[in-house]
Structures are given as C-alpha cells and as structure tokens.
C-alpha cells in the first residue's frame, strides 16, 4: 500500500491526495474491531468508554520580533520557558502524548483487554514531530499498527486545526476534516485511516444554525465517517425540545437544512460533567457497573457510558488517571462491565440486527423553536427573518455560526467590516477554491497550512493580549500569503 511523506517542503501533508484517501475510505474493511475483540457482548451488563483530547496550537513565537518569529508548537514555548506560569508542566505533558503506547501493551501482557479512543489535532501531531519528539510517534505506532495491540485503541477524526464547527465557515470546515485525514494518513499509513470511523469535535461544539449543522454532518458523511461524538446539553428531541432520555445508548443525529435537505448520522452522548476529573477518575466505567441491559429495537442491550477528556491538561489527569486507568482496567477486564471503544460497540450491535434506523432521533439544541414556526424548504432568507425573531423574544436562544457561499463575494466592499480570520476564509476561498488552485500545488499547500494554523480554537474569539495578537499574525501571513502567491 502506498506510503505517504509526512511532510512536504516543510509543512505537514494535509493536501493533494484527496482522490487516494476518498478511495481508501469507501473500500475499507468492516467490521474494524468486533472479530479481535475478546468480548462477550450477549453476557455482559453494559460498558463502558473514555476517549483522550490531545492538542497544542501552533504559534508564531519562534523568535523575538512577532511579525518574522517561526511558528511552533506551544509545547516547544512551554519546554523553552519552563520559569514561566504552568510551563514547568511541559515535560509531563510530553509523557502525556506517548503513555498510552506504554500503558496498553504492558495491560494486554497481563492479560486484561485496554480500551482507548484518542483524538489528537494536526497542530499538535505537526508541532511535535518539528520538535524532534519521534518517541510519541514511535509509541503510538506501536499500539495503532501491532495487531497484539490495536484491537485495544480508536482513533477519533477531528478537525486538523482543532477549528469550532458552529464558527467556521463550511468550506474551511471541510479542508480541515480532509486535511486531517491526509495528515494522519501521513503518519499511521492509510490502512490505519480506513479503521477510523468516528469524529471528535473541538471543544464539542455543535453547530445548531439549521445550514451550518446540516454542512456539517453532510462533511462527516461524505468523509466518510459513521459516528459523532456530542455533549449532552446541546441536542434535543424533535418532538418536545427536551435534551435525550437514554443517554447511555446511541442516537441518531438529523439536520435538516432551509432548503429542506436532510443528512443524518450516529451520535454518541457525552454526559456533562467536569471531564478531566470524570476520565481521570475513570467515573463512566463505576456509572457503568451501576447499569443493567436496556431495551433497544425489541432487544436487550448493553448500555455504553462515554466520556471524552483532555488527555493532557491539569493535575488530575497528568497526575491520578495512570493508576486509576490500570486499576480500571485490570477491574473491567472478563467483568459483566468492560471497557469497550465506540466501534466496537456499534459493531456488535450492527450484529444482531440494530443500526442507524433504530436509534432514537435527535437535533441540534434550540431547533425545535425554529421548526415550529419555519417550514423546511422556504429558504435561507425566510429561516435569517425566523431565527432574528426568536432572538428578540427568547435571550437563551443562539444560533453561534456562519457560513460563506459560493455565489457571492465576501471580499469586495466588507474590507472594514470582516475580522482577520474571516478576511483570511474570504481571501481563501476566492483567490484559491473559487479558481480552482490544484490542491497539491505548494502554493495551494501554503496557503491552507497558515489558514487552518489561525482557525484554532484559541484564536477564535478575538479579545486581548497575547494570544490575540498570535492569532491576527498568522491571520495576516495568511492573507499574504493568499494576496501574493495567487
């Protein structure tokens, strides 16, 4: 199978092999994990799932003057200036990123089954390979490619630049999906790729814009991915706007768009809690152990308790998850309550007979408000007057997004009215996708690498100080980038 270069010309591989990554995808294998696991599924009770976060953004802060510094990884700033705030956690963060690969082989030779899903962002993947860190790469290779080893570890897709769905327009939104698949493509290799069947969202923010949220789950269909992982507190029932009732087992997630299209796909639901303490403390699996099997389409089920977490951040889970995690595990192991990862589970549904059509329905918080009083197919600017409506009479109702489109411009005449990182999207997609720009031109490359790299969460929501300027700097590179190469 053809092998990938992780980086090109300096810069990770995020674009111009599309047609080969579409390929894998829609000729992968299934199922991915059910024939290796060792699990018992029509005799246990329920299960339990953790998946670990993993990100660090890319700053322009190689060097003293902002405008000419190199951008790096925040983790290598932090290494550099260990005197400074909670930079002294650095070197724990490192081991953070690489101790799965220790901790899963050393829990399979004793004989117990490990379950982990991990999502880590192209910025943090990019950052430390610059960084010379090969050990985290080596380590999780060796849990992501040896068949003792991989029954055990998910990966979870996720947006390359660690961007919010609900805040960035769609177009960009999609290149950051892909781009993240080339990327990890790049390093795992694509068999690795077509095993990875869910998605793990920034922040878990969920579009809730009736357009943007359809865009949204229409981009993870089509990148072929099957689940999305969501936070209890931002999806309702269609029926009665009231958040799931079954939290524990899987929904499936409808949006609909103004046009009247719509696009579904399988959600999984975070409960809300404080999620550091949650995984560290490995609370899903002592919530699991207090569940029996519910009734799903006419049968009995497990119930899957899953909860999603920094991998990194804070001193409960740089501190308390390692032993709480090898205690778990050793604990779940044989038990009627194993660690089980998401595929896995749908897998062994999809087994005797349960799939997407099964699962209860849900929709993106607050739509309710909007489909009572819209019909689906009036269009955009009918669904703008309904939704400023609903904004005048009810202050908790949101709709945080937006969404450039094809058809019209968004450069001329809104110079002074677009911010840094819209005028970057704009810029973006009218000089580069609007003109068809191949997308393994280096230019091409370039372009999106600085785009993406400004789309980080972090940087999103502009305030004061120092991250602020970071962002508006490579927002400006970006844009120079654009305006002079194309």
């Not at 960035?168 to 095993?195: C, M, N, S």
């Not at 996708?433 to 372009?447: C, E, I």
């Amino acid at each position: 199978m053809e092998t990938l270069a992780e980086t090109i010309d300096g810069l990770p591989n995020i674009s111009g092999l599309e047609s080969l990554i579409e390929q894998a995808i829609r000729n992968r294998p299934d199922p991915v994990f059910k024939d290796s696991s060792r699990i018992d599924f029509s005799r246990i009770k329920s299960a339990a799932a953790i998946a670990l976060h993993m990100h660090q953004p890319l700053i322009p802060a190689g060097g003293g003057d902002l405008r000419s510094a190199k951008i790096i990884s925040n983790l290598k700033y932090m290494m550099e200036n260990q005197h400074i705030g909670d930079n002294h956690n650095a070197p724990v963060f490192h081991w953070c990123y690489k101790r799965m690969g220790e901790f899963v082989p050393q829990l399979i030779h004793e004989g117990k089954e490990p379950r982990v899903m991990l999502e880590y962002s192209g910025t943090l993947f990019y950052g430390l390979r610059e960084m010379g860190l090969h050990d985290v790469f080596d380590n999780l290779k060796t849990i992501t490619l040896n068949p003792d080893y991989r029954r055990a570890v998910e990966w979870l897709g996720a947006p390359w630049g660690h961007a919010v769905a609900p805040s960035t327009p769609v177009q960009d939104y999609r290149l950051h999906v892909k781009a993240w698949q080339h990327h990890f493509a790049a390093i795992f290799g694509i068999e690795a790729l077509e095993r990875v069947r869910g998605f793990s969202p920034a922040e878990m923010a969920l579009p809730n814009h009736p357009d943007v949220a359809y865009e949204f789950v229409k981009t993870l269909r089509e990148c072929g991915y099957t689940w999305v992982l969501v936070q209890e507190h931002t999806v309702e029932r269609p029926e009665n706007g009231f958040g799931p009732e079954h939290k524990h087992l899987p929904h499936r997630l409808v949006c609909t768009n103004s046009e009247g299209e719509s696009v579904s796909i399988i959600a999984i639901i975070k409960t809300q809690g404080s999620d550091t303490k949650l995984v560290a403390q490995m609370q899903p699996y002592y919530e699991a152990k207090s569940l029996g099997r519910w009734e799903l389409a006419g049968k009995s089920v497990p119930p899957l308790v899953t909860q999603i977490a920094d991998g990194e951040n804070g001193g409960v889970m740089m501190n308390e998850f390692p032993p709480k995690f090898m205690e778990v595990v050793r604990d779940a192991s044989g038990s009627e309550t194993p660690l089980m990862n998401v595929t896995e589970y749908l897998e062994f549904l999809a087994d005797v007979g349960i799939g997407e059509k099964d699962f209860p329905v849900i929709q993106p918080l607050f739509q309710k408000m909007i489909w009572d009083r819209f019909k689906a197919g009036d269009g955009a600017e009918k669904l703008e007057k309904v939704i400023e409506e609903i904004r005048k009479e009810d202050h908790r109702f949101h709709m945080e997004g937006g969404s450039w489109t094809s058809d019209i411009s968004w450069v001329k005449g809104y110079e002074d009215v677009l911010g840094p990182m819209e005028e970057a999207s704009s810029l973006f997609c009218e000089k580069v996708l609007k003109r068809g720009v191949p997308s393994d031109d280096p230019r091409y490359r370039n372009a999106l690498f600085h785009l993406m790299t400004a789309q980080t969460s972090c940087y999103r929501y502009w305030g004061q100080g120092l991250w602020t300027d970071y962002g508006k700097e490579i927002c400006r590179r970006a844009k120079e980038i654009i305006n002079n190469d194309f």
